[in-house]
C-alpha cells in the first residue's frame, strides 16, 4: 500500500542525510580556512612581536575569557544533548535544551559586549589615537583580536539565529506537502477520487472527486502528534545547525588561549 | 515499526544511541582541561608555555570533533574529508613560513 503511495505522490524533499551532513562538513572546512587564514597572521606577528603580544594581552580580562569559554562549552553539551533527545523521542526535552543552548549564546554575546565596550571606553580600539600611540605590536595584536573575535562573535550570532530557525521547526505542527505527477493526474481523471486509507486497507472518508475539471493536486497536510514522532527531516536540520555551533565552539577553544592567556 | 529499516531516524539512532552520559563525561572533561590551561598561562614557562595551550586546545577539539559532531561515529568518509582539510592548511602553513622565515628583501621580518 504505502509502495502504490509513493509512486502516485511526487515527493518535493527527497532525503539525504549523509549527502546534507558532507555538504555541512565541506561548508564547515572553508570556515576552518577562513579562520585559519586569521590564525597564520596571527602566528606570524605574534612571532615578530613576541614581548608586544605578552603587553598588550594583559589588557584583556582573562576571567571574562574563562566565563565565555565555559558558556560556549556547555552550550556544546546542550545542543548535543538536544539531538539526543530528539532522537530518542524527547521532543520537550530536546526544546528545552536547545533553547538553553541559544540563551547560552546570548550569555556569550552580552560578555562580549561588556568586554569590547570597556576596551572601547579606555580608547583602546583600532585606529583610536590612545592605541597608536602604543607600539606596533600592540596595535597589531588589537587589530588581530578585533578581527579575530569580531567574526568569531559574528558566527555566534548566525549560529544563534540558525539554532532559532530549527527549534521553530522542530515546535511547529509537522506540515506535509505533496504533489501529484501530472502524467499519473490525468490516468485517474473522471474516473477517480481522493481518499484516505489505512494501511489494512479501510477506506476512512472521501476527500474529493477527481473528474475532469480537475487540473492539478496539492496536498497539504499537517497533524498533532505526540511526544514520540518528530519529522526526521527537522533532525538533520538539527544536526547540521549543532555541527555549526561545535565549529564556532573548536574556533573558540583557539582564540581564548591565544589571545587571553599569553600574559 | 514494521518500516523501521526503512527509516533514516531509526538509523541515525542506531548510529549514534550513545545516551545522555558520555556527552556529559565529556563536558566535564573539556571544563577540567580548560582549567588546566588557565592554571598552566598562569606559571612561568615561556615558549613552553605556548605549546601547552595548543595542545591542551587540540586535545580539547579533538574530543568536541569526535564525540560532540559525532566524528568517530560517521563513515570513514568524513574522517579522510577531515584529513585533506589538515594537510591543506599543513601545506598553507609551510608555505607561509618557509617565506616569512627565508625572506631577503630590505624590509625583513626578522632580524
Known amino acids: 500500500m504505502s509502495q502504490h503511495t509513493e509512486s502516485v505522490v511526487a515527493h518535493k524533499h527527497p532525503s539525504d542525510f549523509?549527502?546534507?551532513?558532507?555538504?555541512?562538513?565541506?561548508?564547515?572546512?572553508?570556515e576552518v580556512l577562513l579562520f585559519g587564514g586569521l590564525f597564520l597572521l596571527y602566528a606570524v606577528y605574534r612571532a615578530k612581536y613576541p614581548v608586544d603580544f605578552h603587553l598588550a594581552a594583559t589588557e584583556l580580562d582573562t576571567f571574562i575569557g574563562t566565563v565565555?569559554?565555559?558558556?560556549?562549552?556547555?552550550?556544546?553539551?546542550?545542543?548535543?544533548?538536544?539531538?539526543?533527545?530528539?532522537?530518542?523521542?524527547?521532543?520537550?526535552?530536546?526544546?528545552?535544551?536547545?533553547?538553553?543552548?541559544?540563551?547560552?549564546?546570548l550569555g556569550f554575546m552580552v560578555n562580549k559586549y561588556f568586554e569590547w565596550g570597556h576596551k572601547i571606553e579606555h580608547g583602546l580600539y583600532p585606529g583610536s589615537e590612545k592605541l597608536l600611540s602604543h607600539s606596533q605590536g600592540e596595535i597589531t595584536f588589537f587589530q588581530l583580536y578585533y578581527a579575530m573575535t569580531g567574526l568569531h562573535g559574528l558566527h555566534v550570532l548566525v549560529g544563534m539565529a540558525v539554532l532559532g530557525g530549527v527549534l521553530y521547526f522542530i515546535a511547529r505542527k509537522p506540515v506535509n506537502k505533496e504533489h501529484m505527477n501530472p502524467t499519473i493526474l490525468r490516468r485517474f481523471q473522471g474516473a477517480a477520487r481522493l481518499a484516505v486509507i489505512s494501511d489494512n486497507g479501510n477506506e476512512l472518508g472521501t476527500v474529493a472527486r477527481i473528474d475532469e475539471d480537475v487540473?492539478?493536486?496539492?496536498?497539504r497536510i499537517s497533524y498533532e502528534h505526540g511526544e514520540k514522532r518528530f519529522d526526521p527531516r527537522n533532525l538533520i536540520k538539527l544536526e547540521n545547525s549543532a555541527l555549526y555551533w561545535h565549529l564556532v565552539d573548536v574556533i573558540w577553544i583557539f582564540l581564548f588561549p591565544l589571545f587571553y592567556l599569553i600574559t | 515499526?514494521?518500516?523501521?529499516?526503512?527509516?533514516?531516524?531509526?538509523?541515525?539512532?542506531?548510529?549514534?544511541?550513545?545516551?545522555?552520559?558520555?556527552?556529559?563525561l565529556i563536558w566535564i572533561g573539556l571544563v577540567v582541561l580548560t582549567g588546566v590551561t588557565v592554571a598552566i598561562a598562569g606559571v612561568d614557562v615561556r615558549q613552553l608555555a605556548v605549546l601547552v595551550a595548543m595542545l591542551v586546545a587540540s586535545?580539547?577539539?579533538?574530543?568536541?570533533?569526535?564525540?560532540?559532531?559525532?566524528?568517530?561515529?560517521?563513515?570513514?568518509?568524513?574522517?579522510?574529508?577531515?584529513?585533506?582539510?589538515?594537510?591543506?592548511?599543513?601545506?598553507?602553513?609551510?608555505?607561509?613560513f618557509s617565506d616569512v622565515l627565508f625572506?631577503?628583501?630590505?624590509?625583513?621580518?626578522?632580524?
Open chain 1, 18 to 30: 549523509v549527502g546534507a551532513k558532507i555538504g555541512m562538513w565541506l561548508f564547515l572546512f572553508t
Open chain 1, 68 to 105: 565565555n569559554t565555559l558558556l560556549l562549552l556547555t552550550s556544546s553539551l546542550t545542543v548535543v544533548l538536544s539531538i539526543e533527545a530528539l532522537q530518542r523521542g524527547n521532543r520537550k526535552l530536546s526544546i528545552g535544551m536547545l533553547a538553553t543552548t541559544i540563551l547560552f549564546g
Open chain 1, 215 to 219: 487540473r492539478n493536486i496539492d496536498i
Open chain 2, 1 to 24: 515499526m514494521q518500516h523501521e529499516h526503512h527509516d533514516p531516524a531509526a538509523h541515525e539512532q542506531a548510529l549514534h544511541g550513545l545516551g545522555y552520559g558520555i556527552y556529559i
Open chain 2, 59 to 96: 586535545v580539547k577539539s579533538t574530543l568536541v570533533m569526535a564525540y560532540f559532531m559525532h566524528l568517530k561515529y560517521e563513515p570513514p568518509v568524513f574522517r579522510w574529508m577531515f584529513l585533506v582539510l589538515l594537510v591543506t592548511f599543513a601545506i598553507f602553513m609551510i608555505l607561509l
Open chain 2, 103 to 111: 625572506r631577503s628583501s630590505p624590509n625583513v621580518l626578522f632580524g
